[in-house]
C-alpha cells in the first residue's frame, strides 16, 4: 500500500458511480480521496432520484445487447455488494409485471417483439411468463379483477437508491476513504493524487462534450393499503410508466424522458400524467401522499453506452451510465477498478497498452457475445 502523502486516487463525483469506485478501490488496500459537490446523502446526483430498477429484460425494450448482459451479471453482483455494507438496503427480486390497458393492446406485441430481439436467449429462458385472467391477481393481489393480461419477468429486482448511497457513504468511512463532501471539483485545480477517476456525471460536461443530459421527473408518494409486491411497468403510447414500491407503502412512480439539461422543477403537465397513469393501474393512488416531486438528468453519451475513457496521462473517466447506472454499476465499477490498478502499477502506460487491455478487458468478452447474437 503506498503511503505517500497524496493518495493513490482522487475520485471526482461521489453520485453512484464515483461512491461504488471508490469503495471497491479502498476495498483493495488503495488510499483514496472522493470529492463531491453535494452533501453525504448524495442529494446532488442523478442517482438521489432514481427508481433503481434492476431490470435487464424489460429495459431490453429499449436497450440493446450489451446493456442488458450488463445487467444480468449486476444483478447476480449486487447482494454480496450489499453484505459487505455497513448499512441495511431494502433489495428485493421479485420481478418485473408489465401489463397494459384494453385500449392500449397493440403496445403489447411491440413491447414483446423489442425484449425478444434485444435480450440474451439465455435470460428469455423462463424470464418472460405470459399471464392471463385469474393468474394475473394470483401473482399480483392488487391488480385481481382490474386488469387480465400481463406478464411476469421474475427475476428482476430492485433496491432503495437513498439507502444504497446512504450505506455506500457508510462503507467509504469505514474503509478509510477521505472524504470531501459539499467541495466541487474545478478541472483547473485537480485535487492531488497519482491517478484522477472523473465520475462526475452531467458535471464532467465541460470536457467530455458530447455528454449530454436526459432529463427524468418522478413522484414519489406514499399510499398504504396497495400493496404492490414488485415494481409495475405499464405499457402506454405517450406515458410508459412504472411504478416502484419500497419499503414502508413508498411508491416512486416514474419517469418521463426528455431530451435536454433542464434541471427546473416537475411540470404540471408530467405530474398530471405520472400522477393519472398511476391512478389508472390502482384508484388506491388516489388517497396517497405526495411526498416529492423531482427531477434530474441522465449522464448519455452518443451511444448510449457506459464508456470508460483514460486521457493517456492521469485521468480515467467513467461516465455514461443513461438510465442503467443502478442496473449496470457492478460491472462498469468491477472493470473501472480493474483499470485504475493497471494504471497505477503501470501495466498500461501508453495509448498500444490501453488499446491491448480493452482488448482482453471483460466488456469485449460482452461485446462478442453481443455479436455472436446479432443476426447474420
Ligand atoms: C428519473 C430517473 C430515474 C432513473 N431510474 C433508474 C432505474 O430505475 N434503474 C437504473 O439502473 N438507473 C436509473 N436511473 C439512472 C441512474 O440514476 C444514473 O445512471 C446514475 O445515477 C449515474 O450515476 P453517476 O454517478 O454517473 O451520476 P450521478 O448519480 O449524477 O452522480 C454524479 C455526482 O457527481 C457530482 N458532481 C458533478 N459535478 C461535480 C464537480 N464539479 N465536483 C464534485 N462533484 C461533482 C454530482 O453532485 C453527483 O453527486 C435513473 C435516473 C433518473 C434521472
Redesign the pocket.
Known amino acids: 500500500m503506498n503511503r505517500s502523502a497524496q493518495p493513490d486516487f482522487a475520485v471526482?463525483?461521489?453520485?453512484?458511480?464515483?461512491?461504488?469506485v471508490a469503495w471497491r478501490l479502498a476495498g483493495e488496500g488503495h488510499r483514496v480521496a472522493l470529492?463531491?459537490?453535494?452533501d453525504a446523502a448524495?442529494?446532488?446526483?442523478?442517482?438521489?432520484?432514481?427508481?433503481?430498477?434492476?431490470?435487464p429484460l424489460a429495459?431490453a425494450a429499449s436497450a440493446e445487447l450489451l446493456i442488458t448482459r450488463l445487467?444480468a451479471s449486476s444483478l447476480e453482483t449486487w447482494p454480496q455488494i450489499l453484505t459487505e455494507l455497513p448499512e441495511p438496503v431494502f433489495f428485493q427480486r421479485n420481478g418485473t409485471f408489465v401489463l397494459w390497458h384494453h385500449a392500449d393492446r397493440t403496445e403489447a406485441p411491440l413491447f414483446e417483439r423489442r425484449v425478444r430481439s434485444n435480450a440474451p436467449t439465455d435470460l428469455l429462458e423462463g424470464g418472460f411468463v405470459k399471464l392471463a385472467g385469474a393468474q394475473v391477481g394470483e401473482t399480483e393481489p392488487a391488480l385481481a379483477g382490474r386488469f387480465n393480461q400481463g406478464w411476469l419477468l421474475p427475476h428482476e429486482g430492485?433496491l432503495d437508491?437513498r439507502q444504497v448511497l446512504s450505506a455506500l457513504a457508510a462503507g467509504l468511512a469505514q474503509r478509510g476513504v477521505e472524504t470531501h463532501w459539499n467541495?466541487?471539483?474545478?478541472?483547473n485545480a485537480l485535487p492531488p493524487a497519482r491517478i484522477t477517476i472523473d465520475?462526475?456525471?452531467?458535471?464532467?460536461k465541460?470536457v467530455l462534450p458530447m455528454l449530454r443530459g436526459?432529463?427524468?421527473?418522478?413522484a414519489r408518494v406514499h399510499a398504504p393499503g396497495i400493496r404492490l409486491m414488485r415494481?409495475v411497468r405499464f405499457l402506454h403510447p405517450r406515458y410508459p410508466l412504472?411504478i416502484?414500491p419500497k419499503q414502508d407503502d413508498l411508491y416512486?412512480i416514474?419517469?418521463?424522458?426528455v431530451e435536454g439539461e433542464d434541471m427546473s422543477p416537475v411540470s404540471v403537465r408530467s405530474a398530471l400524467e405520472l400522477l393519472s397513469a398511476a391512478f389508472s393501474v390502482h384508484p388506491g393512488f388516489g388517497e396517497a401522499r405526495i411526498l416529492e416531486l423531482?427531477?434530474?438528468?441522465?449522464?448519455t453519451l452518443p451511444d448510449h453506452r457506459p464508456a470508460l475513457l483514460w486521457d493517456g496521462a492521469q485521468t480515467l473517466r467513467?461516465?455514461?451510465?443513461?438510465?442503467?447506472?443502478?442496473?449496470?454499476?457492478p460491472e462498469v465499477a468491477d472493470e473501472a477498478v480493474r483499470f485504475a490498478a493497471a494504471l497505477l502499477d503501470g501495466r498500461v502506460g501508453d495509448a498500444n497498452a490501453f488499446a491491448d487491455w480493452q482488448h482482453h478487458a471483460r466488456w469485449s468478452e460482452l461485446f462478442k457475445l453481443d455479436r455472436a447474437q446479432e443476426p447474420a
Do not use: F
Request: some cysteine; hydrophobic content about 35%.
Open positions: 471526482l463525483g461521489g453520485g453512484l458511480c464515483g461512491r461504488l470529492y463531491e459537490r453535494g448524495g442529494s446532488q446526483a442523478a442517482a438521489w432520484v432514481a427508481a433503481a430498477m434492476l431490470a429495459e445487467g430492485q437508491n467541495t466541487p471539483v474545478d478541472d465520475c462526475r456525471g452531467l458535471g464532467a465541460p436526459i432529463r427524468g421527473e418522478v415494481p412504472y416502484a416512486v416514474g419517469a418521463t424522458e423531482n427531477s434530474q438528468c441522465r449522464p467513467v461516465n455514461g451510465l443513461y438510465r442503467h447506472g443502478y442496473m449496470i454499476m
